[in-house]
Every structure is written in structure tokens, then in C-alpha cells.
């Protein structure tokens, strides 16, 4: 499995960004894409996924504000981030869980998403 994620780049607080996850290889092996960032200095945490059945979660800080979709026919899972402030700067990460045992994560490359004041 491959995840390409693109979209980082920089924006004003209160702005829009829309960053894109593109899977591909064993595809549907995979369960749980979702979006994860990492600040400087920070562990990497949660922003939003899709659970396995379907649902989603978002980190409270991100509530209201950022949007998770999908496009199954492409293979693509969407991060619509608006409202941004500066604490949102952060590297951004796709992330996957295999469906099946043993459950492994995988994880794209990252794109830089920098918000100023």
C-alpha cells in the first residue's frame, strides 16, 4: 500500500486548504484512512479519520472547522481544513490501517501545511 498525500503549502489564518490522500496498491486491504499531523517538537496526533465502519473522528481542536471526505472510485480520501490558524502549522500525514492481522499502519510522506499570522 501507497499513500501519496499533496495539497500543504501557505496560508493566512482564516484560510482554506484542502490537502489529498491518494491510495494505492493493495487497497483494499486497508481500513482507517485518516489524516494526522506533527508540530515541531510535538508527537504526531490525530486530526481526522474514517473509522473502520465508516464513521468519522476529529480531534476536538479541529471540530468544525476541518471536513474529511472520501472518492472511492479514485481512491482518494480529502482533508478540508478552513478556518486555519497559526497552531494548525504542521507537517500533515495520511494514514491507513490494514484490515486484517496483523493491522499494520501505513503512512505517506507528509506535506507541510504553514499557517501565518
Known amino acids: 500500500v501507497q499513500l501519496q498525500a499533496s495539497g500543504g503549502g501557505l496560508v493566512q489564518a482564516g484560510g482554506s486548504l484542502r490537502l489529498s490522500c491518494a491510495a494505492s496498491?493493495?487497497?483494499?486491504?486497508?481500513?482507517?484512512v485518516g489524516w494526522y499531523r506533527q508540530a515541531p517538537g510535538k508527537q504526531r496526533e490525530l486530526v481526522a479519520a474514517?473509522?473502520?465502519?465508516?464513521?468519522?473522528n476529529f480531534a476536538d481542536h479541529v471540530k468544525g472547522r476541518f471536513t474529511i471526505f472520501r472518492d472511492n472510485a479514485k481512491n482518494l480520501v480529502y482533508l478540508q481544513m478552513n478556518s486555519l490558524k497559526p497552531e494548525d502549522t504542521a507537517v500533515y500525514y495520511c494514514?491507513?490501517?490494514?484490515?486484517?492481522?496483523?493491522?499494520?499502519?501505513?503512512w505517506g510522506q507528509g506535506t507541510q501545511v504553514t499557517v501565518s499570522s
Open positions: 494514514s491507513a490501517v490494514g484490515s486484517s492481522w496483523p493491522y499494520v499502519r501505513y
Open positions: 496498491g493493495s487497497i483494499f486491504s486497508i481500513n482507517a
Open positions: 474514517f473509522t473502520s465502519g465508516g464513521s468519522t
